[in-house]
């Protein structure tokens, strides 16, 4: 989601995509946004503009990279990328086309208003299809390195998030899905076009189209470095190694007492989303002593990651959502330790979705109802299974609200100290 990969006039590649971590496009955010008005922008898009997001990347190349953006023929997202060299056809479909910023997202069509203000020529964008749709049939050059028959039929699918839900069952804004994955999202479905204003959520397109049965779009508060804050903690500071690294990790923080013995982290690494949406934010430990050990590291960082997911929550309690429990997937799941933290910090029981790869499982759903197999929401709810709920304790929960009150300060106190620039940015 979110990717941007240029094509020339013969369909070649311009140069390496590039994805939603990508920061070099901070400047170009801040102009669009001015120059389409803030409001304007999460009103037509659905959405606050942010770097590695399409609109801002194409901004870029055209002032950045002007000799390659004059070469460029087609402009696509990677799985629209990828199901061009499955079928030969150009196509892209509306929940990813909702990613990019440049949908309007209560119409699901490009919007005119933003393809002019970025100079960019309708013919240079792919048709838009619904995620059901059959995109093709499987070329024999694709079919024989993926070691299928060709001519078979290939469905258009969605966006990761988008199939994530279908994957994890949830059709209603009962249930909220929590993903602790490379980033951490918050994802609810919607049966209406519904913004903050203040963008510090998204509303996008779901894989579904809006009827009087379907939730036809889904709001989605995102924290940028989640399990990849964990990451980092390992590679670059302990040099954990081993397929069990992550469980002696979180062995080894669970020995340590709620608070982290003092230490705060605050998850930054790559700016952050929601509710900040602060390319500038950085990561830090606060409070750290000479006394501090490994596990209290591992214990903060996991800790300030799941601060940093409430914090997006709040956006979409904000919004008039109070779902009745939490479904838990990605890596960040497995741990026991983060699956309480969670129930307890949001104060919702909390069950862990017994499929980990819920986006993959989305998009076998959409091949099996875009071939009229099945209803996709009934299979959707039928298909998902999910382990036995870990409930909050509320005594626990008053220590960690205690903390997050001591967290938010203490960005507020040093927020203004960010340098102004991008230490994440890729080339």
């Known amino acids: 989601m979110h990717g941007t990969v240029l094509l020339d006039q013969g369909n070649r590649l311009l140069h390496p995509a590039v994805i939603w971590p990508d920061q070099r496009s901070s400047w170009q955010v801040e102009e669009l946004t001015q120059l389409v008005g803030r409001v304007r922008l999460i009103e037509v898009t659905g959405s606050s503009l942010a770097t590695g997001f399409q609109a801002a990347t194409i901004r870029w190349f055209q002032q950045e990279e002007s000799e390659i953006w004059d070469q460029v023929h087609r402009v696509l997202l990677p799985k629209d990328y990828l199901r061009w060299r499955m079928t030969g056809v150009i196509a892209s479909e509306t929940s990813d086309c909702a990613g990019t910023l440049l949908l309007d997202g209560q119409n699901r069509e490009w919007s005119q208003l933003l393809l002019n203000e970025l100079q960019i020529e309708p013919r240079i964008l792919p048709p838009i299809q619904p995620s059901l749709s059959v995109a093709g049939w499987l070329q024999p050059e694709a079919a024989a390195e993926m070691g299928l028959p060709s001519g078979i039929s290939v469905i258009t699918g969605a966006a990761d998030t988008a199939s994530s839900l279908l994957g994890a069952g949830i059709t209603s804004p009962k249930n909220l ?106 990561g830090m430990f606060v409070g750290l002593t000479i006394r501090h050990k490994r596990a209290d590291l591992i214990r903060s960082v996991m800790e300030g990651v799941t601060f940093s997911l409430y914090e997006a929550y709040l956006v979409l309690v904000e919004a008039g959502i109070q779902p009745e429990r939490i479904i838990l997937a990605g890596g960040g799941a497995r741990s026991r330790l983060w699956q ?88």
């Open 177 to 282: 899905l929590l993903t602790i994955s490379t980033g951490g999202q918050l994802v609810l479905p919607a049966s209406e076009f519904t913004v903050d204003k203040r963008g510090r959520m998204h509303t996008f397109c779901s894989a579904l189209e809006p009827n009087s049965c379907q939730a036809g779009w889904y709001l989605m508060s995102a924290t940028l470095s989640a399990g990849q804050s964990l990451r980092w903690l390992r590679d670059n500071v302990f040099t954990m190694e081993g397929e069990k690294a992550y469980q002696r990790m979180t062995a080894l923080a669970e020995r340590v007492p709620i608070g982290a013995n003092g230490l705060i982290f605050w998850p930054y690494l790559l700016g952050e989303r929601s509710p900040l949406m602060d390319p500038h934010a950085r």
């Open 340 to 427: 309480q933290m969670v129930a307890d910090v949001f104060g919702l029981p909390v069950a862990k979705l017994r499929v980990e790869e819920q986006s993959a499982l989305g998009a076998a759903l959409m091949a099996g109802a875009g071939m009229g197999l099945f209803d996709i929401t009934e299979a959707s709810q039928r298909w998902a299974a999910y382990d036995a709920p870990t409930d909050p304790d509320f005594t626990d929960r008053e220590k960690y609200l205690g903390i997050l009150t001591l967290f938010r300060s203490i960005y507020r106190n040093y927020k203004g100290e960010m340098p102004n620039r991008s230490a994440a940015q890729q080339e």
